[in-house]
T-cell receptor, first 111, second 111 residues
Framework: GENVEQHPSTLSVQEGDSAVIKCTYS??????FPWYKQELGKRPQLIID?????GEKKDQRIAVTLNKTAKHFSLHITETQPEDSAVYFC??????????FGKGNQVVVIP | DARVTQTPRDKVTEMGQEVTMRCQPI?????VFWYRQTMMQGLELLAY????????DSGMPKDRFSAEMPDATLATLKIQPSEPRDSAVYFC?????????FGPGTRLTVL
C-alpha cells in the first residue's frame, strides 16, 4: 500500500518567515495530494490540495508544489502568523477515495 | 457551510461497556470514513463506505468493532466490549470523491 512520510517532524519559525514541509510518497499511481491543518483539540481541516496534472497551486499565503518524478510534494506557508501554529498532515490518494496520511508536522510560529 | 457532525463529543466509560459513536455526513457525500487518532499511531483508517456499502474494514479489530450505515444520513461505529486501549479520538469524514471533510471527533476514554 501507499506509504507517506513527512519531514521535519517539528518546525519552529519566526513570525513573518516562511515555513516549508515536505512529504514523500511511495505509490507512483497516487494522483491526489491534500494538506490538512489540525489545531489542538480540533478536527483536521483541509487547507489546500493538488492533483497530479498540476505542478503548483497557490491560495493566498499557502502553496503546494508537486514533483511526480521524485514522488514528493511540499506545503509552503509565507509570512507566517501565530495562528499558523498547528499540526499539518499530508496525504496521498489514487482514485479509490482512500487517503494514506503522514504522521504530521508540528509547526510552531514564534511571535 | 455544511459540516460533518458527530455525537457524542466526549465519552467516558468503563472497560467492558458498549460504546456507540454516530456520524452525520455532509448531505450528498457518497463516501464515509472512520478514523482513530492517537499520539502514537497518528490517523488510522478503521473502515469506509461508498454509497452506504462497506468497502474496507480491515483496520478494525473485528472481534469488538463494527461499523454500519443504516441510511445515507447516519454512520455508526460500535465497540463492544470496550477496552482501555481503545481510548482515542475517533473521527468521521465524508466526501464526494477523493476529498475528505472531517467531523469534530468523539474523544473516548475507557477506564
Amino acid at each position: 500500500g501507499e506509504n507517506v512520510e513527512q519531514h521535519p517532524s517539528t518546525l519552529s519559525v519566526q513570525e513573518g518567515d516562511s515555513a516549508v514541509i515536505k512529504c514523500t510518497y511511495s505509490d507512483s499511481a497516487s494522483n491526489y495530494f491534500p494538506w490538512y491543518k489540525q489545531e489542538l483539540g480540533k478536527r483536521p481541516q483541509l487547507i489546500i490540495d493538488i492533483r497530479s496534472n498540476v505542478g503548483e497551486k497557490k491560495d493566498q499565503r499557502i502553496a503546494v508544489t508537486l514533483n511526480k518524478t521524485a514522488k514528493h510534494f511540499s506545503l509552503h506557508i509565507t509570512e507566517t502568523q501565530p495562528e499558523d501554529s498547528a499540526v499539518y498532515f499530508c496525504a496521498a490518494g489514487h482514485g479509490n477515495n482512500r487517503l494514506a496520511f503522514g504522521k504530521g508536522n508540528q509547526v510552531v510560529v514564534i511571535p | 457551510d455544511a459540516r460533518v457532525t458527530q455525537t457524542p463529543r466526549d465519552k467516558v466509560t468503563e472497560m467492558g461497556q458498549e460504546v456507540t459513536m454516530r456520524c452525520q455526513p455532509i448531505l450528498g457525500h457518497n463516501t464515509v470514513f472512520w478514523y482513530r487518532q492517537t499520539m502514537m499511531q497518528g490517523l488510522e483508517l478503521l473502515a469506509y463506505f461508498r454509497n452506504r456499502a462497506p468497502l474496507d474494514d480491515s483496520g478494525m479489530p473485528k472481534d469488538r468493532f463494527s461499523a454500519e450505515m443504516p441510511d445515507a444520513t447516519l454512520a455508526t461505529l460500535k465497540i463492544q466490549p470496550s477496552e482501555p486501549r481503545d481510548s482515542a479520538v475517533y473521527f468521521c469524514a465524508s466526501g464526494p470523491g477523493d476529498t475528505q471533510y472531517f467531523g469534530p471527533g468523539t474523544r473516548l476514554t475507557v477506564l
